[in-house]
Each structure stands twice: as C-alpha cells, then as structure tokens.
C-alpha cells in the first residue's frame, strides 16, 4: 500500500472542456492497469472535481461554457 503523496508530487489536472462532460474517471487516458470502477464526477462551483477512488483531480478549462440541462 502506498501512502498518500504530497500536493507538489501529484500530477496536474485533467484539464476538461464542455465537451468532455459528463466528467467520469478512470478517463481513457489512463493505463489499464490502474483503472477502477467508473465512477461519474460532480463538478464543483469552482470548475474542479476530485475521484474518489485514486484521487485523479479534474479541473475545466478556463473559459469553458458549461450549459445546462
């Protein structure tokens, strides 16, 4: 079992645009080997949302118009 990893250590976010909505992770990018169940992403006020499985954080794209339902 790892531990957690310091904020500097982590990877950046996965930079989203509307398009890529509704946000999911593991995301296609990801190796095969480290996927886990999908799970769908709630994204915050602040455009940013974390996985709760490995802790992948997503963030949208400055400037990306979100529209709603």
């Known amino acids: 079992m790892s531990t957690p990893s310091s904020p500097s ?3 950046p976010a996965v930079e989203l645009d509307a ?3 509704p946000a999911f ?3 296609p990018n990801m190796p095969q080997w480290s996927s886990h169940p999908r799970v769908f992403l709630e ?3 602040h455009g940013r949302a ?3 499985y490995c802790g992948t954080l997503y ?3 400055a400037g990306a118009v979100v529209h709603a339902h």
């Open 9 to 11: 250590s982590q990877a």
């Open 19 to 21: 398009k890529d909505l």
């Open 25 to 27: 992770c593991p995301n």
């Open 43 to 45: 994204i915050d006020a």
């Open 50 to 52: 974390k996985c709760p």
């Open 59 to 61: 963030q949208m794209k």
